[in-house]
């Protein structure tokens, strides 16, 4: 269901991830994406894996939140999946048709699958222990320097927040739609593929009509506010690098060092 979907919410919370500096938890999270997809042997996949893991523990959120989030992604993960495992060159382990499996094929659908999952569970750890606007700042302040092209650091800051902020607000309102659709009832998980492609057309264009609203509603209300963008704007909150931030970038660094030295070891590539 919709409603179990718990990607873009945010949770309070104490824990180390919770405590850590937005901007060193987005490093983190930029420097993840790139060596998440640097691993070429299961060596590299290894360590990644491992590096994930210790963040979703340190971030004490209940894992069962990380498995709702994956609801999102299980139809590309499987998809994905079985594309790799059909195509890879080699000997065919079990072949029919136009289909083969190969071993090269097996490794490549793990590599996907793990992945995927892991950057779905590492960008769900990041927006469960960071608030939007802390968010905000983070990115706002990563993207300083670019002011000297007079690039709108803190307007891109600000959509990327209110679009991650809205995730949560329309996937409720999804499922109340879904539930009056039922309700009057609509039959939404029976049929063929084209049928029930069909059947979401009564959900689409109230849930735009809803989301074009509620847009409207925010750029009022920020209008009212006399927003005016982040020139001459102070922070109620200032975020400041501590020692804690400092080991894990530490901890960052020698994970991706780890990977590399994995991938030269093991595979001979950089």
Known sequence: ?????????????????????????????????????????????????????????????????????????????IFTSLLNLFYGSGE????????????????????????????????????????????????????????V???????IAMMMSLALRFVPTLLEETDKIMQAQKARGADMESGNLVKRVKALIPILIPLFVSAFRRAYDVATAMECRCYRGGAGRTRMKQIHMGPRDVSALVVTALVIAGVILCNIFVTGVF
Request: hydrophobic share 55%; with cysteine.
């Open 1 to 77: 269901m919709v409603r179990d979907v718990s990607f873009g919410q945010y949770f309070p919370g104490k824990s180390l991830i919770h405590r850590l500096d937005p901007r060193a938890k987005l490093l983190i999270f930029i420097a993840y994406i790139v060596i998440i997809f640097c691993t070429f042997n299961f060596a590299a996949l290894a360590v990644t894996t491992a590096f994930t893991a210790l963040f979703l523990v340190l971030s004490k959120i209940p894992f069962k939140f990380y498995f709702k989030s994956l609801k999102v992604v299980i139809f590309i993960v």
């Open 92 to 147: 065919a382990l079990w072949q029919w048709w136009i289909f083969r499996i190969t071993w090269e094929g097996i490794q490549r659908a793990i590599f996907v699958t793990v992945r995927i999952i892991c950057l779905m569970l590492a960008s769900s750890c990041l927006t469960f222990t960071t608030s939007p606007t802390e968010l905000t700042d983070a990115l706002e302040r990563l993207m300083r320097p670019l002011k």
């Open 149 to 155: 092209i007079h690039f709108p650091v803190h307007e």
